[in-house]
């Protein structure tokens, strides 16, 4: 029997570490302040301490969830963990995250979709309470730790990532949350933007090392700029045509956290309101696939957030290229 889904809360978390445009344009060598803030808008950005890790992140975003949703750990069916910045190789983040928060009755599992991975992950997560009759509660959270992977000596990619998480508790409820989801990818990409040191197609051998350097962040090409224009409108159309919505239909919509001015120009070419929307790049930088849930819980805590029965859309893209749109109604 398929059973309603619903977003019961939210929790976010970053880093107590502040950093400047200005401190990341000493680490670079020249100046970008000015070009970050007329065309992507980010002010600053938050890091982890060094001894701090992702699932630290994501722990901390998940008790701020927890907490809300007024349940324990110990309540938590499934945990699942959009991350492309994992502690490790292998195992599993989620499987840390399930040890630090005493989750023990939990199974759990990584999704790495790059920066789609938090909607995509969230999308797991309600068709698993939709069919599995036995789970109540699912734990959907992302972390970004892309601080540990940033070379600065390439001006295109240091001053925008951040570190931060994003969680959400899924539950079951009397009324409609989840509407549906819709998912693109372009794979002729995979090669443009990564982390390509590490893994078996680039193994970290003396070699290897001596050429590449460490594992980091790599641009390698140029993506088309007309990308987001091109593919977002048909990618959250079809996650709306699930459920016979149209982009007015939309309360507000919550988009990769990458950019303000691509937030700004998707709202206007939907013929929609500034004010369906929030950001938070500009105080918190990119923070990669968890960006969407840490707007949505920032809405919340700032009283901006979604009302009863508003219906709300995520819209992300990353690296591969892959993209994931989702539409719920608000409980």
């Given at each position: ?80 963990v959009s991350t492309d910045t994992p502690d490790y190789l292998s195992p599993s983040t989620s499987v840390v995250v399930q040890h630090k928060l005493g989750a023990e009755k939990a199974g759990g599992y990584d999704v790495n979709s790059a920066c789609a991975g938090w909607v995509m992950a969230l999308d797991q997560g309600g068709r698993y309470l939709m069919t599995e009759s036995s789970y109540k509660y699912v734990l959907v959270a992302g972390g970004y730790g892309m601080s540990r992977f940033l070379d600065f000596s390439d001006k295109k990619t240091a001053n925008l990532f951040a570190d931060g998480a994003g969680a959400v508790v899924l539950g079951v409820g009397e009324e409609q ?155």
């Amino acid at each position: 029997m398929t059973r309603n889904i619903q977003i019961l809360s939210t929790g976010s978390y970053v880093p107590e570490r502040v950093v400047t445009n200005a401190e990341v344009d000493a680490l670079l060598g020249e100046s970008t302040n000015e070009w970050l803030l007329a065309n992507v808008g980010i002010r600053e950005r938050r890091w982890m301490s060094p001894e701090q890790t992702t699932s630290d992140l994501v722990v901390e975003a998940s008790k701020k969830a927890l907490e809300r949703a007024g349940i324990s750990a110990a309540d938590l069916d499934m945990i699942i963990v959009s991350t492309d910045t994992p502690d490790y190789l292998s195992p599993s983040t989620s499987v840390v995250v399930q040890h630090k928060l005493g989750a023990e009755k939990a199974g759990g599992y990584d999704v790495n979709s790059a920066c789609a991975g938090w909607v995509m992950a969230l999308d797991q997560g309600g068709r698993y309470l939709m069919t599995e009759s036995s789970y109540k509660y699912v734990l959907v959270a992302g972390g970004y730790g892309m601080s540990r992977f940033l070379d600065f000596s390439d001006k295109k990619t240091a001053n925008l990532f951040a570190d931060g998480a994003g969680a959400v508790v899924l539950g079951v409820g009397e009324e409609q949350g989840f509407i549906g989801s819709n998912f693109l990818a372009v794979g002729a990409f995979h090669d443009a933007l990564g982390i390509y040191t590490g893994g078996a197609f680039r193994p970290c051998t003396p070699e290897n090392i001596s050429q590449f350097g460490a594992p980091k962040v790599e641009f390698v090409k140029k993506f088309p700029k007309t990308f987001n224009t091109e593919y977002w409108p048909k990618l959250m159309q079809g996650a709306l045509d699930k459920g016979g919505l149209t982009f007015d239909d939309v309360d507000q919509y919550y988009f990769t956290q990458l950019n303000l001015r691509t937030i700004e120009y998707m709202m206007d070419l939907l013929k929609q309101p500034i004010e369906k929307t929030h950001w938070v790049m500009d105080k918190w930088g990119y923070t990669g696939s968890p960006c969407v849930a840490m707007a949505l819980d920032d809405a919340i805590d700032q009283g901006k957030g979604p009302k009863p029965g508003d219906v709300i859309l995520f819209c992300a893209s990353g690296g591969g290229i892959t993209m994931a749109s989702s539409v719920w109604r608000w409980r």
